[in-house]
């Protein structure tokens, strides 16, 4: 023993599988992985931001044309006066 450490004897088994980690390691090439552009969040939060700017949109054109309504009849009614 050396020290306070207690010695460990090694063990070699007869018979089975024996498997050995020496040998030569080198660097191993993988196929490169497809990450997507754009990540799901932000996919969805363009899409509520298209959404929004269409109803916007939508609404500032109903919103003209219910103005150009009202017009119309007010110089419809000045022009029965």
Known sequence: MEGDRP???EVIPKAGLVYSEKGQLGETLSK???????SISLERIEAMEREAKQL???MAQR???EKEKEEKARKETRGLE
Do not use: C, N, V
Not at 32 to 38: A, V
């Open 7 to 9: 010695h460990i004897a």
């Open 32 to 38: 490169p992985k497809i990450m997507p552009l754009k």
């Open 56 to 58: 916007a949109e939508t």
């Open 63 to 65: 919103e003209k044309e």
